[in-house]
């Protein structure tokens, strides 16, 4: 074993010890520890030349206390760093909430689940959103103090919804529901009854059109009717004489109606759109029969369909239910379901984006859309639509508003599980920006695949859709 001390730069290491009974990388290495120059980068200065890694100690003829030279730049001291690593549980839970990519679940407070679930599919419409964050905590004297109540309680929970990890207990926000609609107090043997998503939901955008009305008339007067409203079109025509008539009436959502014909959303919608009511005939001079067609004259944001699959049976008195299978697509074309007028404003923004579908599998576009050059891409519904087919807003993109395409992309699927709209389970599916599918079923959350979606179409006991909300697909033109 021998002793040497090692010079290197303005340092010496002392006392080194060599055991020669192993090859000089060994030696190598201990200059490492002590200086942080890797072995490739040591030049060790001995007689003949230089150190090499496999050389024969008995060859260089070392002796004890003997001083060698070693050139060679260390590596880089590594820093520790300034923050230790942070786990997910450890950061704030707004930052939770933001870091997961979608919001807590609501506790269910006794058969709540028709408001939770309503509130989550509510909640995925960002302008909604955007408009609450606006709307005055001061009531105004346009809207009455429950309705105004309500509308804080949504903007409330809303935001708690965003910031919280954990799911939250709607308290406040049921409280004040059921001082504005009464209905959903009702206990039977002491507890809350079961109660109609359907019915909330309708409420629900009910109040808030009247409380979101813009108050200068230099703004959208209405924010809700043209996030959800839609104007039918409709004509009537008296089975028992040639008398016809037309009116036109807004409403926020379309029913599917079922029958033995129905297997599809689209046919669904078509009987919707159709059938017979009774009501004075002035030619007649007594109740009549009349069949009322419809069509759609204006176009919402955000589509909103309810599959009418409960009825009132007499015999049970209760509501029963429809359980037959209605399938629906993750895109719905209600194009053929609309007015000829508002066929032509659309004809245009269709060729448009069959155009920009055409430029992803490198096909020719129309030589009338392509004349520009731009190369676009489509968008989904922002800004105010009139309805008409355009964006009231201008929503601009390189200098073109979005207009409106007949084409929509569905986005949330409220479901029910059950035999009866009085008792059953309601769930909340919902896309996410990011385009993930969660499940909302009150306080427990999951993630879902998009093709298990539209398997929620019925046919048996499982959850089964109920009410479904279409977004708008855009294009800049």
Known sequence: MLTVSVKWQKKVFESIEIDTSQPPYVFKAQLYDLSGVPTERQKIMVKGGLLKDDADWSTIGLKNGQKLMMMGTADEIVKAPEKGPVFMEDLPEEEQAANLGYSAGLVNLGN???????????????????????YQSARTKDVDQTSHMLTVATRELFSELDKSVKAVAPMPFWMVLQK?????????????????????????????????????PSEDPDAVKALFGLNLQSRLHCQESIEE????????????????????????????????????????GRTAVYIKESLIDSLPRYLTVQFVRFFWKRESNQKAKILRKVDYPLELDIFDLCSEDLRKKLEAPRQKLRDIEGQKFGLQTSAKSSSKGDDVKMTDAEGSSSGSGQSSTGDQQGGASSHMTGIYDLVSVLT????????????????????????????????????????????????MAYIIMYKARLVPM
């Open 112 to 134: 709540t689940c028709y408001m939770n679930s309503t509130m989550q599919c509510l909640k995925s419409v960002p302008e909604l959103k955007s408009e609450l964050s606006n």
């Open 180 to 216: 504005k609609y009464p209905q959903f107090a009702q206990l039977h043997n002491g507890n809350h009854m079961q109660q109609d998503a359907e019915e909330c939901w309708t409420q629900m955008l009910y109040t808030l059109s009247q409380s979101l009305k813009a108050p200068s």
């Open 245 to 284: 008539s037309s009116e036109t009436e807004s409403v926020y959502s379309l029913k599917c109606h079922i029958s033995h014909e129905v297997n599809h959303l689209h046919e669904g919608l078509k009987h919707g759109l159709k059938g017979e009511l009774e009501k004075t005939s002035p030619a007649l």
């Open 416 to 463: 029910h599980k059950g035999r009866s709209a009085d008792s059953g389970h309601y769930v909340a599916w919902v896309k996410q920006e990011s385009g993930k599918w969660v499940q909302y079923d009150d306080d427990n959350t999951s993630l879902q695949r998009e093709e298990d979606i539209t398997k929620l179409s019925g046919g048996g006991d499982w959850h």
